[in-house]
């Protein structure tokens, strides 16, 4: 069955940097567009990011853009959220999502940027 | 960038009683592929969502039957037929019509 893991989470002051990680079993890796999206505590859902299947393209929201970069490697069926220059309103849980319809989701990673 | 309105924000609920959640889009969601992109996803405290339904009508493996999505265009509605226990706690709508993906604001099913 499809399965995402996501791993990398922790606690990291303003400033700094961190990647998080999803690895992906199950399916087809390599056929699937992948996103990652947060939740803030006690807040809704954002879309943060999506990668395309051969990582040709990518977008991602206004809030990270010009400090996220995601990427994905086929071989290790793993999709990637390198995180710079973070704010304490990154602090979220982190989900990575199958498809463009987000159709299978891992159980997230939880991310708190705190001085 | 697609603004998704939910309403309610709240629905209180009588077991085994239907409920309905509706979302409005500021956009037409058709995609230039022809699709439809609004997707429903459950979500219980401290679990991560669960997705139902996939382009406006289609329940995904697992999700029962007393779940149904409908709509076109600009207006969506989920439908409990009757709700059970388990159905409790923040329901979400998504458009995958073009980047940003965006969602509504959620609307919290609980018991009265």
């Given at each position: 069955q499809v399965k995402l893991v996501e791993s990398g989470g922790g606690v990291v002051q303003p400033g700094q940097s961190m990647t998080l990680s999803c690895a992906a079993s199950g399916f087809t890796f390599?056929?699937?567009?992948?996103?990652?999206?947060?939740?803030?505590?006690?807040?809704?859902?954002?879309?943060?990011?999506?990668?395309?299947?051969?990582?040709?393209?990518?977008?991602?929201?206004?809030?990270?853009?010009?400090?996220?970069?995601?990427?994905?490697?086929?071989?290790?069926?793993?999709?990637?959220?390198?995180?710079?220059?973070?704010?304490?309103?990154d602090t979220a849980v982190y989900y990575c999502a199958r498809n463009r319809i987000a159709d299978s989701w891992g159980q997230g990673t939880l991310v708190i940027v705190s001085s | 960038e697609i603004v998704l309105t939910q309403t309610p924000l709240s629905s209180p609920v009588t077991l085994g009683q239907p409920a309905s959640i509706s979302c409005r889009s500021s956009q037409s969601l058709v995609h230039s592929d022809g699709n439809t992109y609004l997707t429903w996803l459950h979500q219980r405290p401290g679990q991560p969502p669960r997705p139902l339904i996939f382009k406006v009508s289609y329940r995904l493996p697992g999700v029962p039957d007393r779940f149904s999505g409908s709509g076109a265009g600009t207006d969506f509605t989920l439908k409990i037929s009757r709700v059970e226990a388990e159905d409790l706690g923040v329901y979400y709508c998504?458009?995958?019509?073009?980047?940003?993906?965006?969602?509504?604001?959620?609307?919290?099913v609980e018991i009265k």
């Open positions: 390599s056929s699937y567009v992948m996103n990652w999206f947060r939740q803030a505590p006690g807040k809704g859902l954002e879309w943060v990011a999506v990668v395309w299947f051969d990582g040709s393209k990518e977008y991602y929201a206004d809030s990270v853009k010009g400090r996220f970069t995601i990427s994905r490697d086929n071989s290790k069926n793993t999709v990637y959220l390198q995180m710079n220059s973070l704010k304490t309103d | 998504m458009q995958a019509a073009q980047f940003p993906l965006t969602f509504g604001g959620g609307t919290k």
